[in-house]
């Protein structure tokens, strides 16, 4: 498992007008090539009367699925730069389609290409990009004494505080990354002065927004 990796929120939309032609771009997360293709399948029949419904998709671990659709626009000007902007982005998991409604004016190659670019780009700022990291979570238990200054140290610390259970003692779920557990229960113990009991659980991805470039 990648210890972190950028992906979309669930799904998005942006529309804008380009020389008078429609294209609207709508992005959704998609963890298997099935998925992106019934996603793909979906706008094409939403947008049945469209001129186009292109597409582009990444998906896996290592990126090893990666397709681009022109669907009847010059070949390379419309799946292709949409791919590309997946992948400057860095964005795992994604899928993008953008229909596009002709509005009578020829945008030749380089529009083309510019235009389903940003058009992607656009829908991809719209729904919201998200960066997945590997936490373990970790289960601290200690005396309702401890709780104010415990609390307080770990909403200010790098770590991510989850829950907060109120049972005989005090439990904190905390989120920690992947890589600093010892790290973290080391200073677990020194803000406790050795009272705290300390368990990890599983691991888990957490998702945090990423604010656009």
Request: net charge negative; glycine share 8%; hydrophobic share 35%.
């Amino acid at each position: 498992m990648l210890e972190s990796y950028y992906t979309v929120k669930p799904e998005g939309s942006e529309e804008i007008t380009i020389q008078k032609s429609r294209f609207i771009g709508y992005v959704k997360r998609c963890e298997t090539e099935e998925e992106a293709q019934a996603f793909i399948q979906e706008i094409k029949k939403k947008h049945n009367d469209a001129t186009h419904n292109c597409s582009a998709y990444m998906i896996g671990e290592h990126d090893l699925i990666q397709k681009a659709n022109d669907d009847g626009e010059p070949s390379g000007t419309a799946g292709v730069p949409m791919l590309e902007v997946l992948k400057k982005r860095g964005l795992k998991d994604t899928a993008v389609v953008v229909t596009r409604y002709f509005g009578g004016i020829k945008l030749g190659a380089g529009g083309l290409i510019r235009a389903y670019g940003s058009t992607a780009s656009e829908a991809i700022n719209t729904t919201g990009v998200v960066k997945r990291q590997l936490m373990q979570e970790i289960k601290v238990k200690i005396d309702y004494t401890l709780l104010g200054k415990v609390e307080n140290e770990v909403r200010n610390s790098t770590y991510t505080l989850e829950t907060v259970n109120y049972l005989e003692n005090v439990e904190l779920i905390i989120y920690v990354e992947s890589g600093l557990e010892e790290e973290f229960e080391s200073w677990m113990v020194d803000l406790t002065s050795g009272q705290a009991a300390i368990t990890r659980g599983g691991t888990s991805y957490v998702e945090f927004d990423v604010t656009p470039e």
